[in-house]
């Protein structure tokens, strides 16, 4: 038996564990110790499994991955066993954001099996995007904006008054916005794992809005030092900062409570 059997420990990648560099060797040896003494860990990304095996000389989830922002679960040999798909209005809703008064200039659209479709403001009306736009198998699309302050400001005036029947929009950066079904969010994605894997308690790290679900899905959530405000006001504890290894500091209070 080890101290940390029957915990699921769920962390975003980028703004938590990473921020764009080499992984913290505190974080990996902490999550070594965390899975050698029974502890379940994983990631939580708006990735494919695929991405993390670069890395899985440092770290290896051993359970199940959240992934394309909590619309599949899927072992790192990409098996899924969980998955929400957009709904047949998501075309509509694709080319009101890409309009041609709107502030976003490109989307990636992710499918089942594929790397994102990107598309600009011409070619989102192509015959070429109507084809992927109308599939029936999306997880969720991101449109991106300019990286500055006024860019990020108008995005959000012009999605003010906008209803997405059956997505929650939400940001995973701010100079962007997703769409993902009501069903998915990383949240729902847990909370299947969890039950999947027979966990009695989930702990879950995150440093922005497209994490908020997810924070408030654990039973410990913990939002990153230096994270958004709506992360912190759906978290119930705070870890370090990304720079100062989040996750290590996760475990590290973990180990002393229990």
């Given at each position: ?65 959240v992934c394309v922002g909590g ?32 502030p976003y200039e490109q989307v ?151």
């Amino acid at each position: 038996m080890g101290k940390f059997d029957g915990i699921l420990l769920c962390s975003d990648w980028d703004g938590t564990l990473c921020d764009g560099g080499p992984l913290l060797q505190n974080n990996v040896e902490a999550i070594r110790y965390f899975q050698k003494n029974g502890g379940k860990f994983t990631l939580a990304s708006g990735r494919y499994a695929g991405h993390f095996k670069q890395f899985s000389k440092d770290i290896l989830p051993n359970t199940d991955l959240v992934c394309v922002g909590g619309s599949c679960v899927m072992s790192l040999d990409g098996e899924i066993f969980y998955e929400r798909f957009c709904n047949d209005r998501f075309e509509e809703y694709a080319k009101l954001l890409m309009k041609e008064a709107s502030p976003y200039e490109q989307v990636q659209v992710t499918l089942r099996g594929h790397d994102p479709f990107i598309f600009d403001k011409a070619t989102v009306l192509s015959p070429e995007a109507h084809e992927i736009l109308s599939q029936k198998t999306i997880y969720k699309a991101i449109f991106l904006t300019q990286m500055t302050r006024e860019a990020e400001l108008s995005a959000l005036d012009y999605l003010k008054p906008l209803f997405f029947e059956g997505y929650m929009p939400m940001r995973s950066f701010p100079f962007s916005v997703e769409l993902i079904p009501e069903t998915g969010g990383k949240g729902n994605a847990v909370r299947f794992l969890a039950e999947k894997i027979g966990a009695r308690l989930v702990v879950a790290v995150g440093d922005y809005e497209n994490d908020c679900d997810m924070l408030k899905a654990a039973d410990y959530g913990y939002a990153v030092t230096g994270g958004s405000p709506l992360a912190k006001a759906s978290a119930n504890r705070f870890a370090a900062s990304v720079k100062a290894g989040a996750v290590a500091s996760v475990i590290e209070e973990l180990d002393r409570e229990l």
